[in-house]
C-alpha cells in the first residue's frame, strides 16, 4: 500500500511542479501568454519584465511554494520517500510542464523552494549570496548560476549527503537551463535589472 501512495506522490509532485504559475497570471489577470513575449520563458524572471513587480512577485512565491510543497509532502504523509526526491521531481515538473506543452522556466525559485522546506538555513545562505550576486552583476541569469554553484560549496559545511548529491544535481541542470543566458552572458548582451554595480556602470556617469 505504501508503494502504490508513493507512487501517487511522486506523480503528484511532478503534477504541481507543473503548474505554469506566470502562463496562468498572464492569461488570466493580464490576458498575455508571457512565453511570447520578453525571453519567452514561463518563469520568475520574465513574468518580472512582461507583467511587472505584482504579478512577478505573485509568480515567485507561487513557483517556490512549488517546490516546499512536494518536499514536504513526503512528511506530511509519513512515507518512505526521502523529501528531496519529490522536490526535485517538482523541479522537473516546472520546466518539463505537462500543463504547458512541456515548454517550463528554468527550476531555480521552484528549487530554491526545495531547499526552503529542507533546510531553512541552507536556504538563508544561498539567498544571501543570490542577492550579493544579484547586485555586482545586475543579471539574474549570472546571480542564479554563481550562487547554484556557491551553494553546492556551501552543501558540503552541512554533513548531509543527500542534500550535497541534490545540490550538484540540480545546479548542474539549472546550467544547463541557462545555456542560452551563459551565451549572451559571454556576448555582453544578456539583459540587466535596472539597479546593481554593472548596471550604473552601464549608464556612466551622470
Known amino acids: 500500500m ?35 513575449f520578453g525571453s519567452g520563458n514561463m518563469g520568475t524572471t520574465n513574468t518580472f519584465r512582461v507583467l511587472g513587480t ?17 518536499t514536504l509532502l513526503p512528511i506530511w504523509f509519513g512515507l518512505p520517500i526521502h523529501p528531496l526526491l519529490t522536490g526535485v521531481v517538482a523541479s522537473i515538473g516546472h520546466t518539463l510542464p505537462i500543463f504547458a506543452s512541456f515548454r517550463g522556466g528554468k527550476a531555480v525559485a521552484t528549487s530554491a523552494g526545495i531547499i526552503l522546506a529542507y ?61 542560452a543566458n551563459i551565451q549572451r552572458i559571454k556576448e555582453g548582451t544578456e539583459t540587466m535589472v535596472p539597479f546593481g554595480l554593472r548596471y550604473n556602470k552601464s549608464k556612466g556617469p551622470k
Open 2 to 36: 505504501n508503494q502504490v501512495i508513493s507512487l501517487i506522490t511522486i506523480i503528484a509532485a511532478y503534477l504541481l511542479g507543473s503548474i505554469p504559475s506566470g502562463v496562468w497570471i498572464g492569461k488570466l489577470f493580464y490576458h498575455k501568454d508571457i512565453r511570447e
Open 54 to 70: 505584482k504579478a512577478g512577485i505573485i509568480v515567485l512565491i507561487m513557483d517556490i511554494l512549488k517546490g516546499s510543497i512536494a
Open 119 to 179: 533546510n531553512p538555513l541552507f536556504f538563508t545562505l544561498a539567498i544571501i549570496c543570490f542577492l550579493i550576486y544579484l547586485f555586482i552583476s545586475s543579471m539574474v541569469s549570472f546571480a542564479s548560476i554563481v550562487a547554484c554553484l556557491t551553494a553546492i560549496v556551501i552543501s558540503f559545511f552541512m554533513g548531509d549527503v543527500w542534500l550535497i548529491v541534490v545540490t550538484v544535481s540540480l545546479t548542474s541542470y539549472i546550467i544547463y537551463r541557462h545555456r
